[in-house]
């Protein structure tokens, strides 16, 4: 148990929904990542928050966007879903910033867009 | 921009025996941090190692060891004595100091013969 949370572990949409997944992040940890793992593209970085405010952003769709919360959780809301949105979506948290710091992730939460 | 490859899309090895799996990356940095992650069929990412290019020496973390060229931009991994739990599609991913997003690879299936 890597001590990041993620809710919920199974997600069934249909097309054109718009869906929340959660975060928590391990005990300590002020920076959260969201990262995508598909089989077409392969593990992909979405998005970073550090203490609040967005650090870092990848291949993260307009239809996407996130947050984070002053009690460190992020949310990662999804809208207009379409077929090549289903994934599997993954949390991870780091103590800080500087790229030493190694990223624990979450058991991950798996979208299925219908 | 930096790119991490694993050309060994699949890999087996018997029961105790020793197995490699090969990545190499690309990058102009000279501060970077290297990784490899293991995902088990219940798809959790588990860190199983990581190593500071600044240091010459291989990281080790019990049956598992690196073998970090860095001049040649190779990183392997290797592991020792290898057990049915080690089944899994192992990553290698890349980060560097000041931007924390993990670069991975396409990853390598290892199948445990017993």
């Known amino acids: 148990d890597s001590g990041v949370t993620q809710t919920p572990k199974h997600l069934i949409t249909a097309t054109g929904q718009r869906v929340t997944l959660r975060c928590s992040p391990r005990?300590?940890?002020?920076?959260v990542y969201w990262y995508q793992q598909s089989l077409d593209q392969g593990l992909q970085f979405l998005i970073q928050y550090y203490n609040g405010e967005e650090r870092a952003k990848g291949n993260i769709l307009e239809r996407f966007s996130a947050q984070q919360f002053p009690d460190l959780h992020s949310e990662l809301n999804l809208s207009s879903l379409e077929l090549g949105d289903s994934a599997l979506y993954f949390c991870a948290s780091s103590v800080g910033i500087g790229g030493r710091e190694t990223q624990y992730f979450g058991p991950g939460t798996r979208l299925l867009v219908l | 921009a930096q790119t991490v490859t694993q050309s060994q899309p699949e890999m087996s090895v018997q029961e105790a025996e020793t197995v490699t799996l090969s990545c190499t990356y690309d990058t102009s940095e000279s501060d970077y941090y290297l990784f490899w992650y293991k995902q088990p069929p219940s798809r959790q990412m588990i860190l199983v190692i990581r190593q500071e290019a600044y240091k010459q020496q291989n990281a080790t973390e019990n049956r598992f060891s690196v073998n970090f060229q860095k001049a040649a931009k190779s990183f392997s991994l290797k592991i020792s004595d290898s057990q049915l739990g080690d089944a899994a599609m192992y990553f290698c991913?890349?980060?560097?100091?000041?931007?924390?997003?993990?670069?991975f690879g396409t990853g390598t299936r290892l199948t445990i013969i017993p």
């Open positions: 991913a890349y980060t560097t100091f000041g931007n924390e997003k993990l670069t």
């Open positions: 005990s300590g940890d002020l920076s």
